[in-house]
Nanobody
Framework: QVQLVESGGGLAQPGGSLRLSCAAS????????MSWARQAPGKGLEWVSG????????YYKDSVKGRFTISRDNAKNTVYLQMNSLKPEDTALYYC?????????????????WGQGTQVTVSS
């Protein structure tokens, strides 16, 4: 069965960095786009960043452009999110998600499997 397991969350200071990982199994990883989404306390789930199945292109929510970088290693069935220059408003539970197809659409409805999430807290 499809499994997505996130790791790498934790506490960071404003301006700091964290690297999230998502290990995937149970499907042909290099055939599907992957994305990261997040849910802040009291708010809805929002798409953050996505990457094509072959890693050829990436997309970002405006508020994280220039600070976050998504990447994938298809040999390791893993997708990453490097987060730099973190802000308190980045505090959220971060999820990785498998797309229905090869394109990482910026809508959470376009994803059929989700991990359990990893908590990111940005605070001094």
């Amino acid at each position: 069965q499809v499994q997505l397991v996130e790791s790498g969350g934790g506490l960071a200071q404003p301006g700091g960095s964290l690297r999230l990982s998502c290990a995937a199994s149970g499907f042909t990883f290099n055939s599907y786009a992957m994305s990261w989404a997040r849910q802040a306390p009291g708010k809805g789930l929002e798409w953050v960043s996505g990457i094509y199945s072959d890693g050829s292109d990436t997309y970002y929510k405006d508020s994280v452009k220039g600070r976050f970088t998504i990447s994938r290693d298809n040999a390791k069935n893993t997708v990453y999110l490097q987060m730099n220059s973190l802000k308190p408003e980045d505090t959220a539970l971060y999820y990785c998600a498998k797309a229905w197809g090869t394109t990482p659409y910026p809508r959470v409805s376009e994803y059929d499997y989700w991990g359990q999430g990893t908590q990111v807290t940005v605070s001094s």
